[in-house]
């Protein structure tokens, strides 16, 4: 090993003040298996999640309990085993679990319920049977991890009862959970028949955060009505432990982006995206997993009212809409897709002229440099959830715009509106409004342009997702 290597991997290895060992419990793991040249390896998942905590674990050695990403086969169960210094301790779940645990409770029941019911949440008591037996047995791992003393972080709603099964299992611990979805009002999540056992589930933690000050608050609330805990909206008492709750705004590896943002091959993508597209029209685009969380239906609308109207035509302007296929096992997710892709038939069969198609939508996943090269080449972002925890897609897009250049029309209910107050904020249920919206978005000043992004890069830059893993494990250790 060369002395500059040897230094790096000391360096890398500093423990973090006050944690021994950290172990993670997430749905999936942090990895993921690829087959290359005929042979099956393990590979570094991409995503926001993994790059931000897996840092922190490899520094202190640390264990990641999660689902591998594949149904459970038959024969022996996948062992634990090391990658780039993470313990990986698998949870093999089998199809009827996914079926039930997954796709059920936790994307048809409790997806839709936290983002305010905007499709009408499925009760079935067989799935919530399954999401207490898959809690246990990550419970069960977690705590065949862990030791007396250790720090462990569990994460999202498909593991709200994993705290308080770990704390009976291994009571010395020190454990967060973080939610990346909104916590619903009180009286929504009232509806939910086992909101006491969730809530009780939730406050086997010492430390639980949420996107945003309304999402703490809203758990406070519904903590202090649907179980025996007091105290105030940051502390509540419960069993007789103090457990703290804050908002912990996540965000993106801001350096990565820019350094994307920067690379000459992708620069020279973005440009072959507008030329494609037409030089002199202003390009609008779109980038969602397709949910019905994401208002994508309604935004397409408000697309086709400002053409209809003739406030704009597709001379001046060209949509793009990227979907990433989602959850595709779930009814509703068939439905908002049959929504979606009429939306898309209607608009350019009205309004495409030869040469000139209204609407561009690509249904696909893309690597991240194809990803990029649609941000630089996009004049207006288009982020319209009706409810969306955070939304990393429009801080992506702000960290890309090097130039200051570039305008974001943002939901008011995403939590990036919280923190992003320069974007254009709209109200996706008024097509009205956001119709008008992106006709302004379209006709900005450059000097409104460069205020407004110049403002939203600082927010960005100042908090990248390294300070988010560091504020939450500080505090938690605390
Ligand atoms: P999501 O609902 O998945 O996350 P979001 O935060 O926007 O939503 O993250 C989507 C990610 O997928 C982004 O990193 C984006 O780059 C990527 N992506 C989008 N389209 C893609 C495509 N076509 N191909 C490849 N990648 C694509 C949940 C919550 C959010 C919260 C995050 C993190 O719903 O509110 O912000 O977790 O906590």
Known sequence: MSPQAQTKTDLDRKSIPGVDRLTIVANRLPVRRVEQGGRKRWQRSPGGLVSAVAPFVERCHGSWVGWPGYPEKEGPALKPFTHEDISIRPVPLSQDELDTFYYGFSNATLWPLYHDAIRPPVFRRSWWRAYVHVNRRYAQAAARAVEPGDTVWIHDYQLQLVPSMLRE????????????????????????????????????????????????????????????????????????RPIRVGPYPISIDVKHYEQLAASPEIIKRAEGLRDQMGRNRRVILGVDRLDYTKGIDLRLRAFRDVLERGRLSVRDCVFNQIAVPSREQVEQYQELRRNVEEEVGRINGEFSEPGLPAVHYHRRNLPVEDLMAFYLAADVLVITPLRDGMNLVAKEYVASRLDNTGVLVLSEFAGAAHELRSALLVNPYDIDGMASTLESAVRLSDRDVTRRMQAMRRVVKRHDVFKWADSFITELTR
């Open 169 to 240: 299992l291994v009571p010395k611990l020190r454990i967060g959970f973080f939610l990346h979805i909104p916590f619903p009002p009180e009286e929504i999540f009232a509806r939910l028949p086992w909101r006491t056992q969730i809530i009780e589930g939730l406050l086997g933690s010492d430390l639980i955060g949420f996107q945003t000050k309304l999402g703490a608050q809203n758990f406070s609330r519904a903590a202090r009505r649907f179980s025996a805990a007091r105290g105030s909206d940051r502390q509540l008492d419960f069993s007789g």
